[in-house]
T-cell receptor, first 116, second 109 residues
């Protein structure tokens, strides 16, 4: 199956700093990628839909100025958590759908962010 | 609005026993339903989708539009089935998935 890779898988940062998480589709092109957030023992919550070459579409309640999403190429989307605070600590997961594919989403391994 | 409900957060069964993970959904149109599985320390992966009507690893799921359910079943649970299972829904024409809260299945040897 298709592979989606996230980097870093684990990051610790100080409060007030910004952190960038990368999501790459390794062997396919993804015009659309999705960013999810998962709190401990809870479900995946869709944060935004990242569209290649255009602005991301954010879900209600997600601050677009805080969670900057860039989808500069067909294989890379980035999520930048700006001015991170402890409440931003979470597990961030990206996924991608193959263009003109079956509709299956392929998931990255996730990135655990801890803000001190 | 779409909603996916998995009423059981935890489910334990003995090896060889039947298992059923419940999923109910709410959606006004004709959705696509999926089951995703996450084994320990691994990423989420697709287990099966309703349109395929397939059996994967002995699991099956039938979409019941009358009951708006998509329960996941397996007649004889195996230890390697222990994992987190998520039911997910995609709305008509949509790209993204909405997930239920997940059920952690533990198969007791």
């Amino acid at each position: 199956g298709a592979v989606v890779s996230q980097h870093p898988s684990w990051v610790i940062c100080k409060s007030g700093t910004s952190v960038k998480i990368e999501c790459r589709s390794l062997d396919f092109q993804a015009t659309t990628m999705f960013w999810y957030r998962q709190f401990p023992k809870q479900s995946l919550m869709l944060m935004a839909t990242s569209n290649e070459g255009s602005k991301a579409t954010y879900e209600q309640g997600v601050e677009k100025d805080k969670f900057l999403i860039n989808h500069a190429s067909l294989t890379l989307s980035t999520l930048t958590v700006t001015s991170a605070h402890p409440e931003d600590s979470s597990f961030y997961i990206c996924s991608a759908r193959i263009f003109a594919g079956t509709g299956e989403l392929f998931f990255g391994e996730g990135s655990r962010l801890t803000v001190l | 609005a779409q909603r996916v409900t998995q009423p059981e957060k935890l489910l334990s069964v003995f090896k060889g026993a039947p298992v059923e993970l419940k999923c109910n959904y709410s959606y006004s149109g004709s959705p696509e339903l999926f089951w995703y599985v996450q084994y320990s320390r691994q990423r989420l992966q697709l287990l099966l989708r309703h349109i395929s009507r397939e059996s994967i690893k002995g699991f099956t799921a039938d979409l019941n539009k009358g009951e708006t359910s998509f329960h996941l079943k397996k007649p004889f649970a195996q230890e390697e089935d222990s994992a987190m299972y998520y039911c997910a829904l995609r709305g008509t024409g949509a790209n993204n998935l909405f997930f239920g809260t997940g059920t952690r299945l533990t198969v007791i040897p």
